[in-house]
């Protein structure tokens, strides 16, 4: 009989469930129009038991930030998805769009802090890994193996394997689905709780009058400070880097948002501890803010909102 794998024990428990992704106000056909249909698969995802609703997990996260923020608590908030995927099998498939590692024995030597830094995660943030149908297609005889006949991805299988093996386990209270990070970073809501707050952008570049444009369409004024990191290998070189960075750091600042790669589970873990407040991978939304949505080769799911 075929072992079961970490995804296969989170269905059957009854814990966990697929479902599709619906947030009031997202309209996803544009960007189904742009991309390869396929990527309409990604619009089913993990839902745990006691969530109902996409608008719930909207909602849970809106809360979760609000209370740290009011707190003053650590927050990591990482999503995961193909780069850290294949990071966390030790191949340099991770160096898609931006260089994560120079070489698998990197990898290696990076993981103890990864593994640190995915514990803390797990015990006192949010994961939003990217978890659907297309990257969840089992081996033979597999719990799901009925329900997926196209040619198989099993990326999110081996990242929950990979979780199980550390003894790092995913549940209700740290885990939110990807795409849901990305519709409230671009909602009204986030930017109407950060009006007269002190957000710091910790990214590779940044066109800081474009991020104070960007709030400005949702007529707010957070005060806005940028910190600079490597444009590569963050991911394996953050140790090294992680004083020099946090050294930069204004003290007073209440939330961060981060665009790192790979390397945004250590710098949101670090950023989330040092500061006691919440540290959001932004990713593709900051390419967003600053006006280079060319940097993630074209837009994203969930981050088009209905006008209205």
Same mark, same amino acid.
């Given at each position: 009989m075929q072992k079961?794998?970490?995804?296969?024990?989170? $269905?059957? %428990?009854? +814990?966990?469930?697929?479902?599709?992704? $619906?947030?009031?106000?997202? #309209?996803?056909?544009?960007?189904?129009?742009?991309?390869?249909?396929?990527?309409?698969r990604e619009e089913v995802c993990l839902f745990h038991k006691d969530v109902k609703s996409g608008g719930d997990y909207f909602d849970l996260l809106h809360k979760t930030i609000k209370e740290a923020l009011a707190e003053k608590k650590?927050?990591?908030?990482?999503?995961?998805? #193909?780069?850290?995927?294949?990071?966390? @099998?030790? !191949?340099?498939? &991770?160096?898609?769009?931006? @260089?994560?590692?120079? !070489?698998?024995? +990197?990898?290696?030597?990076? =993981?103890?802090?990864?593994?640190?830094? =995915?514990? $803390?995660?797990?015990? !006192?943030?949010?994961?939003?890994?990217?978890?659907?149908?297309?990257?969840?297609?089992?081996?033979?005889?597999?719990?799901?193996?009925?329900?997926?006949? %196209?040619?198989? #991805?099993? %990326?999110?299988? %081996?990242?929950? #394997?990979?979780?199980?093996?550390?003894?790092?386990?995913?549940?209700? +209270?740290?885990?939110?689905?990807?795409?849901?990070?990305?519709?409230?970073?671009?909602?009204?809501?986030?930017?109407?709780? =950060?009006?007269?707050?002190? $957000? &710091?952008i910790v990214n590779s570049e940044f066109n800081e009058e474009s991020c104070r444009a960007w709030f400005r369409r949702f007529a707010v004024d957070p005060k806005l400070s940028f910190v600079k990191i490597p444009d590569s290998y963050v991911a394996t070189r953050w140790a090294l880097l992680k004083e020099s960075v946090l050294g930069e750091i204004p003290a007073d600042a209440d939330l961060f948002l981060v665009g790192a790669g790979v390397g945004a589970l250590p710098v949101c873990v670090d950023l989330a501890l040092r500061f006691s407040a919440p540290a959001i991978d932004a990713g593709h939304v900051m390419n967003m803010m600053n006006g280079r949505i060319d940097k993630s080769n074209g837009p994203r799911l969930y981050t088009v909102k209905v006008k209205g």
């Amino acid at each position: 009989m075929q072992k079961k794998n970490a995804l296969d024990k989170l $269905i059957e %428990s009854g +814990d966990f469930r697929f479902e599709k992704l $619906i947030m009031e106000n997202y #309209d996803n056909k544009p960007i189904l129009e742009l991309n390869d249909p396929a990527i309409a698969r990604e619009e089913v995802c993990l839902f745990h038991k006691d969530v109902k609703s996409g608008g719930d997990y909207f909602d849970l996260l809106h809360k979760t930030i609000k209370e740290a923020l009011a707190e003053k608590k650590a927050l990591p908030v990482v999503r995961f998805a #193909d780069g850290e995927y294949a990071f966390y @099998r030790y !191949s340099l498939g &991770c160096n898609g769009l931006y @260089r994560q590692a120079e !070489s698998t024995a +990197d990898i290696k030597r990076a =993981m103890p802090f990864h593994l640190e830094a =995915m514990k $803390i995660l797990a015990r !006192s943030g949010k994961l939003a890994p990217l978890i659907f149908p297309g990257n969840t297609e089992p081996g033979k005889g597999g719990f799901l193996s009925f329900l997926f006949r %196209s040619k198989r #991805d099993s %990326s999110a299988i %081996s990242f929950l #394997d990979f979780l199980r093996r550390n003894d790092i386990g995913l549940t209700g +209270d740290n885990y939110i689905p990807f795409y849901v990070i990305y519709a409230y970073l671009v909602s009204e809501s986030f930017a109407g709780l =950060m009006n007269g707050g002190k $957000i &710091c952008i910790v990214n590779s570049e940044f066109n800081e009058e474009s991020c104070r444009a960007w709030f400005r369409r949702f007529a707010v004024d957070p005060k806005l400070s940028f910190v600079k990191i490597p444009d590569s290998y963050v991911a394996t070189r953050w140790a090294l880097l992680k004083e020099s960075v946090l050294g930069e750091i204004p003290a007073d600042a209440d939330l961060f948002l981060v665009g790192a790669g790979v390397g945004a589970l250590p710098v949101c873990v670090d950023l989330a501890l040092r500061f006691s407040a919440p540290a959001i991978d932004a990713g593709h939304v900051m390419n967003m803010m600053n006006g280079r949505i060319d940097k993630s080769n074209g837009p994203r799911l969930y981050t088009v909102k209905v006008k209205g």
